[in-house]
């Protein structure tokens, strides 16, 4: 079967079927994230796509076809949300289909919009010139996504290429949403081998996708190749500790082993070291089950194990003092140091819907899943940590590592970031290797090491080029011990941002115009 003969039966579907086609071409589009990295499928799911957009009737008919796609794509890619619904499953399990259903109807809406400006736009042309517009339109669509009602930039396309450490080094320059641009022109361009009305198929972008592929590699191998050997170029006289105790959710609050989880993480703390000792110990996302703030003997406790004359940074809530009005909570970062003394504090700025808070409280009656009652408040925003015996920090909470751009403070910037988490709430899903995927991202744009501590994993120490260092895998218990890496220099992504990319979104986007339009005269 040739791949005119293929592009025929797929148009000529009835409409029903089309819809389930492009439903499995955006699951197949999910398999190339992690931990799968089925690259491969993005060619057939995005020539797919763009054949199906090409063939509808019309813009609405278009869009329906595309938030098909995305409705695949998204449920493929966010199941694991349903994780942190059946943590308590009499109470929040009947919302797992809601959930799942809801979100990626909802999210699928942004490739909708895709489909319906692509078939608008391109209608009277096609070849490589739809293509580019289409690439553009989906680049730009993805912007949207990590901005609008928040925002949630959370499998962006770029994110493929975690699979190498070479294609991944172009995220210093034009960031994430770069990458995105380049996938999808190169996952797409071989749907103009197609003959299409009167026009013949051409070789010619499908030899120029591969030699795009190159390129991008040997960029990476390059500018790798100019990097100090992995796990050198350290800070000196600082060693982290990172503790992963695998603390299951349920397990996590429960009253009677609280006490416990508590000492097994200072036990971890001060086991004995297999190499230099340890100067600084982190802990994860709220692992100190305690209003720190508040509980002088927890903090005292905790400070056992601080190495002398270092710190133990872990999370935990944050409450108003008492009498304060009105009542409010913080996900928060504590520092303390040997004496139990709080040195510094940053509080969660970007906050998980349903989750850390519950939008429309008033009108739904429902609790958030995280705790009941007050929702948490968020923080003043990113900023950087001056800490005792440590280079400035930048903290990110859970999810505050996947917003690209949005991660240090341009104005103060730091020489590392941290990032805590706790995605013990999904289980062994797909969620957390992603997770970690992001932050690898955020490591290599903003030329930063990024230290991430999990309560299940995934934990580890990335370099300022992406590179793990060293790993603690999902739901292992155990430390490891690090030194922490030099930052670089600013990169091109840490000074202008995700503009670069805006900029190359637009210009791919009006080349494709100008070519569809001199090609349609």
């Known amino acids: 079967m040739t791949i005119t003969t293929l592009h025929s039966l797929l148009l000529q579907l009835p409409k029903g079927k089309r819809y389930g086609v492009a439903m499995l071409l955006g699951a197949l589009a999910a398999l190339a994230m992690a931990p799968f990295y089925l690259v491969f499928l993005l060619v057939p799911a995005f020539c797919g796509l763009l054949w199906l957009i ?68 391109t209608a009277p042309f096609g070849g490589i010139a739809r293509v580019l517009v289409f690439a553009a339109l989906w680049t730009g669509i993805e912007m949207l996504r990590g901005w609008v009602l928040t925002g949630f930039p959370w499998n962006l396309i770029g994110s493929t290429w975690a699979l190498s450490d070479a294609m991944i080094q172009g995220a210093s320059i034009t960031g994430i949403y770069g990458l995105s641009l380049f996938t999808v022109t190169v996952a797409t361009l071989p749907a103009t081998l197609v003959r299409e009305r009167d026009r013949g198929g051409h070789i010619g972008p499908t030899v120029l996708a591969g030699v795009l592929l190159a390129g991008l590699w040997g960029i990476g191998l390059a500018r790798l190749g100019a990097a100090p050997a992995l796990g050198q170029n350290t800070v000196p006289g600082v060693v982290l500790r990172l503790v992963q105790p695998n603390i299951a959710q349920q397990d996590k609050w429960k009253p009677g082993l609280r006490v416990g989880n508590l000492k097994d993480q200072i036990a971890m703390s001060m086991a004995p070291a297999p190499g230099p000792s340890p100067t600084h110990v982190i802990w994860s996302e709220t692992a100190a089950t305690y209003y720190l703030s508040a509980d002088y003997p927890v903090r005292r406790a905790i400070a056992q194990a601080v190495p002398k004359g270092g710190l133990i940074l872990t999370g935990a809530p944050r409450i108003t003092t008492a009498g304060e009005k009105p009542l409010k909570i913080w996900n928060s970062l504590y520092a303390l140091d040997d004496r139990g003394d709080i040195v510094g504090t940053y509080d969660k700025s970007h906050l998980v819907p349903f989750g850390e808070y519950m939008p429309l ?53 730091p020489e590392w970031m941290l990032n805590i988490t706790n995605d013990a709430w999904y289980g062994t899903s797909t969620g957390p290797y992603q997770h970690f995927d992001a932050a690898r991202f955020r490591a290599v744009e903003q030329g930063l090491p990024l230290v ?62 100008v070519m569809g339009r001199r090609r349609g005269s």
């Not at 063939?55 to 595309?66: E, H, K, L, Q, V």
């Not at 009108?363 to 003043?380: A, E, N, R």
């Not at 060293?470 to 690090?482: A, F, H, I, R, Y």
């Open 54 to 121: 090409s063939g509808a009737t019309g813009p609405r008919a278009a869009f329906t076809i595309s938030w098909w796609f995305g409705v695949g794509y998204f449920s493929a890619g966010l199941y694991w949300i349903a994780g942190a619904l059946l943590v308590d499953a009499a109470r929040y399990g009947w919302m797992v289909p809601f959930a799942i259903v809801g979100l990626s109807a909802g999210l699928a809406i942004f490739p909708g919009l895709v489909g319906l400006a692509t078939n608008r736009l």
């Open 361 to 413: 409280r008033n009108i739904t009656g429902l609790d958030k899943i995280v705790g009941k009652g007050t929702d948490f408040s968020p923080g003043p925003g990113v900023r950087t940590l001056r800490l005792p015996g440590l280079p400035p920090v930048s903290p990110l909470i859970c999810y505050e590592v996947i917003f690209p751009g949005n991660v240090v403070d341009p104005e103060d910037r």
């Open 452 to 513: 991430r501590v999990a309560n299940t994993g995934i934990s580890g120490v990335i370099d300022s080029y992406g590179r793990v260092v060293k790993q603690l895998n999902l739901g292992q218990k155990g430390s490891l011990d690090s030194a922490l890496p030099k930052a670089l220099t600013a990169t091109v992504f840490s000074r202008y941002g995700n503009v670069l990319a805006l900029l190359l979104m637009v210009a791919t986007g009006v080349l494709g115009m």
